[in-house]
Structure formats: structure tokens, C-alpha cells
């Protein structure tokens, strides 16, 4: 039997880390059987759905690396629902109802108040024939609703094992509205059955509609799929993501900077007892799959490790495989030797644009925290052009010589006064793409311009007030 499976967003919103989750574990187990993915695309609510919902949940889908080989919309596919309809109602399994909403309300507070399950009373059931007629005639339109048979329903979940579910504790569920639309339930029976979804994945809170489907797979001479219920997944202090929803779309992610394979690498992880494994591709994490790994525990999902995997992926990615992103952030110029320098200080990719107009756009380094007097010897002491790899290790070894100062205490002010910042990549590898000119005028900034290299007795510049009578600090 081969494997299909399906993801079934409904088209209201952007994709979260939620979804993310079950569209992704959909994929690698049917990759790592050799199946097909569908993506079902769940509008049946006309009000809430939009077309770009639809291009976003494409979009992130691609972005996460969750490929399908089929897309179905279920406002296309009406008449198939009209046909199961029609045959629940030949079968006796479908019944008119005729409340209005606010008396379906009534019931259910009436209930919780005596502290009685939320059933349907089945109140349609009682009515006659003459009853619908004398209704329709005043113009009601009848709701539809699938009878729930007492019987138990039974299955054995691939995530959480042997469920059951007693009969007589669903309530008959609403198949159809007056206005003739479908909500959910049906359509997505339907379709299971159409296109021959045999492993069903999806989050626990739909237990309860596995219970109902399973009865009307039945009623419709179907053999329900395979299920496979994950725990939905919680933050590090225990609270359901459903308020941080937002800022845990996929979109939100990918702008904030997040890899789609340090997502995946994480997602894949939760709910399992393996340990944090950053991997480098799809298919790695689909040969690795396995659906029994996952418990129904409850997965935490911790941003912080998220951004650890992000970091990590991004420290040993070699610049042939962010080339084009580097350029297409505005970097033109970006070498092979900048990316090996600056990669182990990214967290995001986005930062390596920072560190490229550091080095190579104009910058003001605070001359409150310059040490002018080294800078401006150093300065002097600046290797002619052309450069190579050897060029800081000359230029550091003759400042030391001439200061006697060595280690952080040279670096530092060094680093401040060419890159403005207190930390960073490797000089050596920076000050080449600084260039001499702009590295000359960083040191000098906010000093004496002139290029004199003669160092006072101390070895130290006398800069303070312009020694060379051009341009000092007072005088700007
Ligand atoms: N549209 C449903 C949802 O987003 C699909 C549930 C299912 O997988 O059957 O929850």
C-alpha cells in the first residue's frame, strides 16, 4: 500500500510554528516511506478564507522545504460533498434541524449549568413530517446534522496507542449550515476518502474528530486511515503558544532571520527524547524519521534553542551556499575570505550586512572611547599597499615594538578604532577589506590628519593638541 498523506491548513491565517510542526512531520514520514504529500486547502468558511492566506501558506511551506505533489482547494469540490451528503441522508445518518443560534446557545449554557456534557438533544428528531412542512412554510431553511451512533469508537493511534471513545458522549455534529455550505467535518471525510489519505497526522485537538469521522468513514462504506495525534506544543513555562501566535508565524521567523533547516532540526526534535540535532538537510531528517519516536508528551518549544541551532547553522555554512543571499542583501562584493571571518559572529544572516558596511562604508568611531595617541601611531606604522595574509601580523608586531603593549590592551582600541565596535570577527581578515585608506582615516579620526609617523619620546604620539599644527581635536 503506498503512503499519502495530507496537510489541511485552513486558509484564515499565516502558518505558525504549530502547523509548521505537522505539515513537516507529514512530509518526513511520508518521504521516509516514499509517499505523497497533499495539501488540502480547507475553505470551506467562504468569510474567513483568503486567497492570500493561500500564496502565504504556499509560500512558507516552500520556505520550511515541505514540498506536495498535489494541491486541492475544497470550495472546488462541492459536488463530491453534495454526493456523500446524499447518500448519509438515503442511509438515514443525516437529520434536519431547524434551531436558530441563539437557541443552540441557550442549550449549551443550560447544560453547563446543570454541569451536563455538551450534546445536541436531538430535539429535529422528534419532529414530524407536518412540523417540517409547517417550518418551511414560515421559511426556515433546515441545518443538517450527522447521527452519532451509541456504539464505542475504537482505534490505535500511531502516537498515542490504543483510544477509545464512548457514543454516547459526541454530539451529533453539524455537517451542513442552512445556507447549504459545509463546515469541516464532511468535506474532510470526503476528501480523505477521494484521494486515498491512508496516514492522517494532525494535532490532538482533534481527537474527538477522529472519533466522529471515523463513524461517518463508516457510514459512507469507507475504511477510515491511519491516525496519528501529536500534543500540541507549549512554551518553556507550560503556557499554549495560541496567544504568541503572531510572532510565531513562519513569516514572522523568516523575518526576524531564522533558517528554515534550524526550524525544522528543532521541530523535528520536539516530542521526542533524542537530544538537539542541528542537520543539514531534508532528506537527512526524513532517513532519520521515524513516526514512534514521537511521544504524547507535551513538546516545549524554546525560542532560545532555536536561535542556538540558527547561530550554529549559519557558523559552519560555507559562503558557496549563502553566495546569492549575501549579494542579494546588497553585498556585491562579498568574498569568500569576509563570509570565513564574520560567520562566527552571526546569529542571523542579515548581520553579515552590518559587519560588510563596517568595513566597507564610512564610520564614526566615538572619539570619547579612542585611544588616540596608539591609533595615531599605529596609523604610522600602517604597511604600505599591496596587502596580504602577513600584513596585520608585521603591522601588530611594529606597534608593539614601538608601545610595549601587547595582547587585549593593543587589540582592543585597535578593533574600536576601525570598526567601531567592542567585538567582532578577526581583524586580520577585516583590516584587508577595510583597506588602508579607511583604515588611516578610523585610526585618525577625530586627531591630528596629517600621515607624519614620528612618535614622541614615549613612544606615543603628543596628539592631544595637534602636534603637527593641522587640524587637533579642539579644533573640530
Ligand atoms: N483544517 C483543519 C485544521 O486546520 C484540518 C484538520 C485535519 O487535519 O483534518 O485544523
Redesign the pocket.
Known sequence: MSVTV?????PTGLLHVG?AR?ALLNRLFADSLGGRFLLRL?NTDAERSREEYISAIKRDLSWLGVGWEHTVRQSDRRHYYHTAMARLQAAGRVYPCYETTEELDEQRLFQRGKKQPRLYDRAALMLSKTDHVRLERKGHRPYWRFRIDPHDVQWEDLVRGSCFCHGIHLCDPVLRRADGSYL?MLP?VVDDIDFTITH?I??E??LT?TAIQIQIFHALGATPPHFAHLPLMRDVSGQGLSKRLGSLSLDALRWQGIEPIALASLLVTMGTIRPIRLHSAMGELAAAFDLRHYSHGTPRFDESELWQLNARWLHAVPFAAVKDRLIALGLSKVTEGFWNAVRANLDRLETAGTWWQICTSTIVPNPKIIDGPLCLLAAGLLPSEPWDKTTWSVWISAIKKKTGRTGRSLIRPLRLALTGQDTGPELSVLLPIIGRNRALVRLRQGRCRCTCTTAGSSGVYPVQKGHCGEEGPGSR
Open positions: 495530507r496537510f489541511a491548513p485552513s502547523n505537522v480547507d469541516y474532510s492522517v494532525r494535532g485537538d482533534h474528530n
